[in-house]
């Protein structure tokens, strides 16, 4: 790794001991008991007698309440069992999915689900998951995995197989990308929940007041942002997620496919190419240029939406989650915008990256079956139409996109579905977290100023080959 920017971590995510903490009190009783036994051993010695004496109280009422058989479920009852789910914030109204919670509760008596939110980047949920995985972790039974994970995850072993779960039948349903990134050497490990796509967002009045179209090229976008611009200095042009972290990863590749590059080729590493040198010289020129503010480069989804959503951007490249949040009553720019496939560099296909989530059960759950019937359930087309509805988190199931009731409600669903058939997987490696480091340097070196693109590529190409050669 090159000097003075080193890929670094972020601090694990560690339950701390914060001042006041359980450990800290003992620490002080600890001090306490001490100054106690050296002053006055007679003192001492009545506290353990009468805490002694307590606790044999409390042990006959242990006693007690066992002999009546209060610990157990009344007779005939299936005792309780909990299973617990972990995912990203979903943004909007809590309310539909914790309905769907307590259906599928309803539906299976005796098994409470909690579901437990993890931080919204994906990089810090792999940290969480990494962490509690290598250690044995038993604390969650149902885990929402990036697509981007599946092979890792699989390969250590640290989520069951879940093929009983998906019918062969069933395959032809789900995206292939998004099946393929469930499966790990022919099998499933995974099932996939929602799916994502890199999407252009726009302002249609904006664009209509100064006479443009929808951008279909980069160039295009280019020369509207600095032209409505003109007009409008207060406006960014064009926002994204350039923040060193996966998202900027998913944001590059778009540039790199939509010139005709890539990072891999039949197994061969091709980063340092003319066409991924075009993207990323695009990709170095944004902020320069005047097209994207500077604060891109720390912006990750969600301030990025934040921006476009108060009306303070022209464009914005983001998942799909973004529009249905657009709509809401009292969003500044509810109406006025419009959804696009990204653009692409003239002579070349526009690409998504593709993103979503799949569930996988923890290997050492200690309620496999349960857990398996949550995901059998939160992954059924009832669940995958809820979620589409109130959270704008696209189906993993294809049909779903001819639903009239979604289509009413989401008309750009139908353009879509053509977006994310034909979207991009990233590398499907176990490796895929370390390669993304190394991409996730040099792409910010590049769109900061820091670094060339030839010198990143050149750079990133001889650091995959290394990643990919380890046996
Ligand atoms: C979204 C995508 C996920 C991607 C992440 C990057 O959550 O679904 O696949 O890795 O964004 O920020």
Redesign the pocket.
């Known amino acids: 790794m090159r000097r003075g920017r080193a890929v670094r971590g972020k601090p694990f995510l560690h339950a701390s001991t914060a001042p006041g903490s359980s450990s800290n009190a003992h620490f002080s009783a600890g001090i306490r008991l001490r100054a106690a036994a050296v002053g006055n051993l007679i003192l001492v010695r009545r506290v353990i007698l009468s805490t002694l004496r307590g606790l044999s109280v409390l042990a006959a009422a242990v006693l007690l309440v066992a002999a009546c058989g209060g610990g157990d479920p009344p007779a005939g009852a299936p005792a309780e069992r909990t299973i617990v789910f972990k995912h990203?914030k979903l943004f909007g109204d809590p309310t539909a999915f914790a309905a769907l919670i307590r259906e599928f509760e309803a539906q299976h008596p005796g098994v409470r689900v909690r579901a437990e939110t993890l931080p919204s980047?994906?990089?810090e949920q792999h940290q969480f998951y990494v962490i509690n995985l290598r250690g044995g972790s038993a604390d969650f039974d149902v885990l929402a995995l990036?697509?981007?994970w599946v092979a890792e995850f699989a390969r250590a072993g640290w989520i069951a197989d879940v093929g009983d779960l998906l019918a062969a039948e069933e395959h032809g349903e789900y995206f292939d990308a998004s099946l393929e990134s469930a499966t790990w050497e022919g099998r499933t490990y995974a099932v996939p929940w929602f799916?994502?796509a890199g999407l252009l967002y726009y302002r249609k009045d904006l664009l209509a007041r100064y006479g443009f179209e929808p951008p279909r090229t980069w160039e295009e976008l280019e020369r509207a942002a600095l032209a409505i611009r003109e007009h409008e200095p207060a406006l960014h042009g064009f926002v994204f997620?350039g923040k060193q972290?996966?998202?900027l990863?998913?944001n590059a590749l778009e540039y790199m496919w939509s010139a005709g590059g890539d990072v891999l080729r039949d197994g061969d590493v091709v980063l340092d190419s003319a066409a991924n040198r075009r993207a990323l010289e695009f990709l170095g020129s944004l902020v320069p240029r005047g097209i994207s503010p500077e604060l891109v480069t720390t912006a990750?989804?969600e301030p990025s939406r934040y921006i476009f959503g108060s009306g303070r951007a022209v464009f914005m490249r983001n998942?799909p989650y973004a529009w249905t949040l657009f709509e809401q009553a009292d969003s500044p720019v509810r109406g006025k915008v419009g959804v696009a496939p990204l653009p692409h560099f003239a002579g070349h296909d526009s690409a998504a990256?593709?993103?979503?989530?799949n569930l996988g059960l923890n290997r050492r759950s200690r309620y496999p079956d349960e857990a398996a019937a949550f995901i059998r359930f939160m992954t059924s087309p009832e669940a995958q139409r809820a979620l589409a509805r109130e959270y704008g988190l696209n189906p993993a199931r294809r049909r779903l996109y001819a639903d009239p009731g979604l289509l009413a409600a989401q008309p750009h669903l139908e353009e879509l579905r053509a977006v994310l058939d034909a979207a991009r997987p990233?590398p499907v490696t176990p490796r895929y977290a370390q390669l993304s480091q190394v991409l996730q340097s040099e792409f910010s070196a590049v769109l900061t100023g820091l670094d060339e693109p030839a010198e990143a590529l050149a750079e990133a190409q001889r650091e995959t080959e290394r990643i990919l050669a380890r046996p």
Do not use: F, K, P
């Not at 990256?353 to 989530?357: C, Q, V």
């Open positions: 990203s980047a994906s990089d990036d697509v981007i799916v994502d997620q972290y996966e998202g990863v998913c990750t989804e998942w990256t593709l993103g979503g989530w990233r």
